[in-house]
């Protein structure tokens, strides 16, 4: 299995358009700190066939930025796109949208998402004029069997309630977030894709335990981060984020836990990991932790 990492930024990207904060100023005097939003592309065996987790606002270019994502000259479009939500997130679906060129879109999501994406986006509607979207059940990780998409097992860790703000008030559900597990029988590799950790369980500390590469929530370095930055008056775990460091933050637990390749995504900008000269890269590396580089490619 092949994992192509699209994108690892939090919403609203590096540079964020409104922003001119240090790590997005840093952004547009050196474009190689650039970050797409988080996103991967997952290959099984087959080279041709590939499906994606999450579908980001930057979709359209992180497809067309990728050989063997976009076409190639004499083939004819791209007919079917599938996509696995790891939530109902905006920064994880708008691109849903921008796929709407597709003859048809097959998506997986746990029940709680699809109903949002349904009932409060209106995506089913709005689509149905441009594409066939078809919806299938994302199992959850010991619920039965999991889904095979190209080749790929499949499963959802479910992870929190934490609903996006402009479906807070539907009813709280364990499977609004999940961590995706991905199996490659043929290689017998395994990855865990969890963008957005709210809280370390124990059902998520055994999956991290038997994974071999996560990619992992790096929203914010530090929990005071969003509110000494201004972003928000809450902590990062206030937000569903739990953080890197601090009593709480992931690291530690993940250098415990010692999967052989652990790296962060989902980074904001005001994250200072923006910054590649930033200290905490350091520290992290001490850890055997690393921050995920844009268009890395993990074959597991
Ligand atoms: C999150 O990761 O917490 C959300 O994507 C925040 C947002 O709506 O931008
Ligand atoms: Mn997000
Ligand atoms: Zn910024």
């Known amino acids: 299995m092949l994992l192509r990492i699209l994108g690892t930024a939090a919403g609203g990207g590096l540079p964020q358009w409104n922003c001119a904060c240090p790590g997005c100023a840093g952004a547009r005097r050196a474009p190689a700190r650039r970050r797409l939003h988080d996103g991967l592309a997952v290959h099984g065996q087959e080279p041709s066939s590939w499906f994606l987790a999450n579908a980001t606002p930057d979709i359209a270019e992180q497809l067309e930025s990728h050989p063997g994502l976009r076409p190639d000259a004499g083939d004819t479009r791209t007919p079917v796109v599938r996509v696995v939500l790891t939530d109902a997130e905006l920064d994880h679906t708008l691109g849903l949208l921008r796929l709407r060129e597709a003859s048809r879109i097959e998506v997986w999501a746990t029940e709680p998402v699809r109903r949002a994406l349904v009932s409060r986006l209106h995506l089913a509607n709005v689509?149905?004029?441009?594409?066939?979207?078809?919806?299938?059940?994302?199992?959850?990780?010991?619920?039965?069997?999991?889904?095979?998409?190209?080749?790929?097992?499949?499963?959802?860790?479910?992870?929190?309630?934490?609903?996006?703000?402009?479906?807070?008030?539907?009813?709280?559900?364990?499977?609004?977030?999940?961590?995706?597990?991905?199996?490659?029988?043929?290689?017998?590799?395994?990855?865990?894709?969890?963008?957005?950790?709210?809280?370390?369980?124990?059902?998520?500390?055994?999956?991290?335990?038997?994974?071999?590469?996560?990619?992992?929530?790096?929203?914010?370095?530090?929990?005071?981060?969003?509110?000494?930055?201004?972003?928000?008056?809450?902590?990062?775990?206030?937000?569903?984020?739990?953080?890197?460091?601090?009593?709480?933050?992931?690291?530690?637990?993940?250098?415990?836990?010692?999967?052989?390749?652990?790296?962060?995504?989902?980074?904001?900008?005001?994250?200072?990991?923006?910054?590649?000269d930033d200290p905490a890269h350091g520290r992290l590396a001490r850890l055997g932790l690393r921050v995920a580089a844009e268009r890395m490619v993990i074959s597991l």
Request: net charge negative.
């Open 127 to 276: 689509l149905a004029p441009y594409t066939d979207l078809t919806w299938h059940d994302l199992p959850l990780a010991g619920d039965g069997p999991p889904a095979d998409i190209a080749g790929v097992a499949v499963g959802a860790v479910p992870l929190s309630a934490k609903r996006p703000r402009y479906a807070v008030d539907e009813p709280a559900h364990p499977a609004w977030s999940v961590a995706l597990s991905l199996h490659d029988a043929h290689t017998g590799g395994s990855a865990l894709y969890a963008p957005a950790l709210a809280a370390w369980s124990d059902a998520f500390d055994k999956e991290i335990a038997r994974a071999d590469c996560v990619l992992l929530d790096g929203t914010f370095l530090d929990d005071d981060e969003p509110r000494r930055t201004g972003i928000s008056e809450r902590t990062a775990s206030g937000m569903g984020h739990l953080p890197i460091e601090g009593p709480d933050g992931t690291a530690r637990r993940l250098h415990r836990s010692a999967p052989t390749r652990c790296y962060y995504t989902h980074l904001n900008n005001t994250n200072p990991l923006v910054d590649p």
